[in-house]
């Protein structure tokens, strides 16, 4: 596996890896209503564009597949971690935190799917409130946790 940083032509990838992880991985915790209302399948690609490279951003390869991406703002908040649906478990996840957590002094805060909440705590992140978002007027529950470094 490679990890790279995020280039514009990574851009279309992503967001078919996106959509087509949400709505498998995460279709265990959440209703088919609320998978759409998270990922569409229309995704603005400039605006993905733009927020990619506002912020610290990685993919992972596997040959010339993408198989995971991730994304840090300079602020700490770790934005978004997704990984193919078939390449689950074998140590993606976990290598793009490594790289992205290095960047940061001080404390990484992410919201956390429910699928994704046991893979932050196991590296040491903290739940520090569930709460209830809107997307397209349908509620998700997250987690909002923390990690000090």
């Given at each position: 596996?490679?990890?790279?940083e995020?280039?514009?032509?990574?851009?279309?990838?992503?967001?078919r890896?996106?959509?087509?992880?949400?709505?498998?991985?995460?279709?265990?915790?959440?209703?088919?209503a609320?998978l759409?209302?998270?990922a569409?399948?229309?995704?603005?690609?400039?605006?993905?564009?733009?927020?990619?490279?506002?912020?610290?951003?990685?993919?992972?390869?596997?040959?010339e597949?993408?198989?995971?991406?991730?994304?840090m703002?300079?602020?700490?908040?770790?934005?978004?971690?997704?990984?193919?649906?078939?390449?689950?478990?074998?140590?993606i996840?976990?290598?793009?935190?490594?790289?992205?957590?290095?960047?940061v002094?001080?404390?990484?805060?992410?919201h956390?799917?429910?699928?994704?909440?046991?893979?932050?705590?196991?590296?040491?992140?903290?739940?520090v409130?569930?709460?209830?978002?809107?997307?397209?007027?349908?509620?998700?529950t997250?987690?909002?946790?923390?990690?000090?470094?």
């Amino acid at each position: 596996m490679e990890i790279r940083e995020y280039r514009p032509e990574d851009c279309e990838a992503i967001t078919r890896l996106f959509y087509d992880t949400v709505h498998t991985v995460n279709r265990r915790d959440y209703a088919p209503a609320q998978l759409d209302a998270w990922a569409d399948g229309s995704p603005d690609l400039d605006a993905w564009n733009r927020s990619l490279q506002e912020h610290f951003s990685l993919v992972a390869l596997e040959g010339e597949e993408l198989v995971g991406f991730a994304d840090m703002a300079a602020d700490g908040y770790l934005d978004r971690l997704y990984v193919h649906k078939d390449y689950q478990g074998q140590g993606i996840a976990t290598a793009l935190c490594n790289r992205l957590e290095q960047t940061v002094a001080g404390t990484i805060v992410t919201h956390a799917s429910i699928t994704a909440r046991p893979f932050f705590e196991k590296r040491g992140y903290r739940v520090v409130k569930e709460q209830q978002v809107e997307r397209r007027g349908i509620r998700l529950t997250n987690f909002v946790m923390e990690k000090m470094q």
